[in-house]
């Protein structure tokens, strides 16, 4: 039997208290009542429509433990929270136990919201227990239940009676998933090893580049990086090298090598305009370029820099000798991991070293430098790959370039470390092709922005995507009406996903509804619409008030999102982490709003410059957008953005007002804000949505991934309203 490792218990009262822990199995159930002072300090409350697994009963019976069957949805709330007292007055500490719900993989809770909360603002206090599950890998390593080889208890400080116990007792259970999951092994190594044992390991798997079909094995990709790494020490004299290749073979093979050499790769926006470019290039203070000759020819446009700058890898690989070669493929073909890792005695081996770096988007002014760490990147393929489990012999379709964090994650740095194929494509904007190739392949998981999502849909019939298990939508808020398009016209489950390049991983994921578990019919929501479904395990999530970021509120509360993950970086490049503004400690404001129901579903409700305060009310514009988009018929399923609310100063009330810009009015007659006022009185809208202007426009001004550039029509709506800027 598993040994398990306990923690915190000098959080638990000397007084008898209500303890939940998260999920509990018989090793869990034998280390708490150890914990809480043995079988006569505890009473095990027994939910009856959700009973533990027949091991732990057998125990209970066996052992006659005291403790009683509950019915918390059938029984009173103030019967429930009495039986709980009279246990505890008998001096019992008194433990919830449930058994397994149907939910997704690698769920923070085995119990479902609605029971969870059972004792909000009630007279009970509650000590949150922590249970960890962790199998000895990192690919899905986060478990729910046996087989594993480490558990972890973690006693977190007591909760006060009151409102939102059970958010609270959430927030906890999260808090302590990002400590424990430090300490596992895998985060441990750095992320050079880890890759190249998995190479080995996988060496039969295949890169095919889907412009001609062509194939590289993982055998030979680790071949091509071993000896271009050799060459880049010798080459490359600056820490970063920058990488300017879209999605193929040669990307894989220039980041891998990269990383072996303990140079760190810095993926160039090949889309990027010179200022842009200049600023990324002076940021991460790269001198030294790798590109591909005919990459060159194709981007004429792109502010390419010195040719004496330029490191051409198809030239490169060109010129390696067969002798090189051979040996290491005999290495490899013997799974000599020792043999190829020997020269790397000098590789860095601290795991927050720096690994990689990326760039944010530039929607919100000059990019910034995302430094990656050994432990950030591995953490997030430990959470990704837990979430989203995939057998090693399935593909991946690889079109977002890499210089976007989840392209990287997800295209290229997951399937590598889990074995499995990549299908790539060097342009994300050639629908009807990727529709093919997901088709050949039977590709299982890839990702898109709305925009790029809606260009698939229409090139594609339905069985392009039967085989698509997991599509991501990330880059911006999926769409209702195109998740609704997509289930009903190609029975394709779209997958919101919370992305931000501060973090190495996908904050949140939407999934299907899960199968409800064998002998009880309680399940977990993995996702509804206009939700980004669950943070994956190991990503905990803290809500502030607005106007006061040092006042937390309950997570269900609607607020400024914080988050906190091993996967989340300490500063920006060149920034102290006290000079980081967005930092407070260990947590990063993320700048969106947003709220966890009592599900643990996070919803993002949009960016804070992005509500405006009209009256009392505080106006979520992204929310008023859809409102309108159902009140004037203005479909959004197309990718097309038709609307957009601007908020800005009323020179007369020192408040704000609510401008609409249109595509869909041409002269602006006063009916038409009172048919926009009263379409949203009738649909049971707030007053306070409704716009004070409307202003005609023949287009709505977007950045390339598709997201609004609300900037512009921030600046723009104020010189037409004759608005003095500061």
Aim: aromatic residues 6%; neutral net charge.
């Amino acid at each position: 039997m598993i040994e398990p490792s306990t923690e915190g218990t000098g959080n638990i009262p000397p007084t008898p208290t209500l303890i939940i822990p998260n999920r509990v199995d018989l090793p869990t159930l034998r280390a708490m009542e150890e914990a809480l002072g043995g079988r006569d300090r505890v009473s095990w409350m027994v939910e009856n429509s959700l009973r533990p697994d027949a091991e732990v009963m057998m125990y209970l019976s066996q052992s006659r433990a005291a403790g009683f069957l509950c019915a918390m949805e059938r029984s009173d709330r103030e019967d429930l929270v009495n039986m709980v007292k009279d246990r505890l007055a008998q001096g019992r500490h008194v433990v919830l136990l449930c058994g397994k719900s149907g939910q997704q993989p690698a769920g923070i809770t085995d119990i479902p919201g609605k029971l969870l909360c059972f004792a909000d603002n009630s007279s009970l206090s509650a000590v949150p227990v922590y249970v960890g599950m962790y199998r000895d890998t990192l690919i899905n390593a986060i478990a729910t239940s046996a087989p594993y080889e480490y558990l972890g208890l973690q006693f977190m400080p007591e909760q006060k009676a009151g409102p939102a116990l059970g958010a609270r007792i959430r927030s906890s259970w999260m808090d302590a998933a990002t400590e424990q999951m430090v300490e596992h092994p895998a985060l441990q190594q750095p992320l050079a090893h880890t890759l190249i044992k998995s190479l080995v390991t996988h060496q039969n798997a295949l890169i095919i580049d889907g412009v001609d079909d062509s194939q590289l094995s993982f055998r030979r990709l680790l071949i091509y990086s071993l000896i271009l790494s050799d060459k880049l020490k010798k080459m490359v004299t600056n820490r970063r090298l920058g990488i300017i290749l879209p999605p193929g073979k040669l990307a894989a093979v220039a980041n891998v090598a990269c990383i072996i050499a303990g140079i760190i790769p810095v993926n160039i926006n090949y889309s990027a305009g010179p200022k842009e470019f200049e600023h990324q290039v002076s940021m991460a203070g790269v001198n030294r370029f790798i590109t591909e000759v005919r990459f060159t020819h194709k981007l004429q446009e792109f502010p390419w820099p010195a040719h004496r700058d330029l490191i051409f890898i198809d030239r490169e690989l060109a010129e390696a000798g067969s002798g090189g070669v051979k040996l290491r493929e005999i290495a490899i073909r013997l799974g000599k991991v020792e043999m190829l890792t020997r020269h790397m005695k000098n590789h860095p081996r601290q795991t927050d070293n720096e690994a990689v770096l990326h760039f944010t988007s530039s929607t919100e002014g000059k990019a910034k430098g995302i430094p990656c760490s050994n432990r950030m990147l591995t953490a997030a393929i430990m959470q990704l790959s837990s979430r989203l489990p995939i057998e090693s012999d399935r593909r991946v379709l690889s079109a977002l370039p890499l210089y976007i964090p989840t392209g990287f994650i997800c295209g290229l740095l997951l399937p590598l470390l889990q074995g499995l194929d990549i299908v790539t494509y060097p342009d994300m904007h050639a629908p009807r092709r990727l529709c093919e190739l997901a088709h050949n392949y039977g590709t299982v998981l890839t990702a898109f922005t709305p925009a790029q999502t809606h260009a698939i849909l229409s090139a594609g019939k339905p069985e392009h995507f039967a085989s698509l298990r997991y599509f991501l939508v990330t880059g911006g808020k999926l769409p209702t009406e195109l998740a609704e398009r997509a289930a009903r016209d190609y029975k394709l489950h779209l997958r919101e996903c919370y992305a931000l390049a501060e973090c190495a991983l996908p904050i949140a994921i939407s999934g299907p509804t899960p199968q409800p578990a064998p002998g009880t019919p309680h399940i977990i929501p993995a996702g509804k619409a206009g939700s980004a479904g669950a943070p994956l395990t190991g990503i905990a999530v803290r809500i502030s008030d607005l106007n006061r970021p040092e006042h937390s509120l309950p997570i269900t509360s609607t607020g400024l999102i914080w988050l906190k993950s091993p996967a989340l970086i300490s500063s920006y490049l060149k920034d102290k982490p006290e000079a980081t503004t967005c930092m407070r400690g260990k947590w990063f404001c993320t700048g969106d709003v947003g709220y966890v129901d009592n599900d643990g579903l996070l919803t993002i409700c949009g960016r804070k410059d992005r509500f405006s305060k009209i009256g009392d009310e505080l106006v979520p514009h992204e929310a008023a957008e859809a409102a309108l988009r159902q009140v004037l018929g203005a479909s959004s399923a197309d990718g097309v953005r038709r609307l957009a609310i601007v908020g800005v100063p009323d020179p007369r009330s020192g408040g704000e007002i609510l401008v609409l810009l249109s595509t869909l009015h041409k002269n602006v007659v006063p009916q038409d804000l009172i048919t926009a006022r009263y379409g949203l009185l009738n649909a049971r809208y707030p007053a306070a949505w409704a716009p004070n202007r409307i202003i005609p426009v023949s287009t709505i001004p977007v950045h390339p991934d598709g997201k609004l550039n609300y900037n512009l029509c921030y600046q723009g709506t104020c010189q037409i309203l004759g608005i003095q800027l500061d």
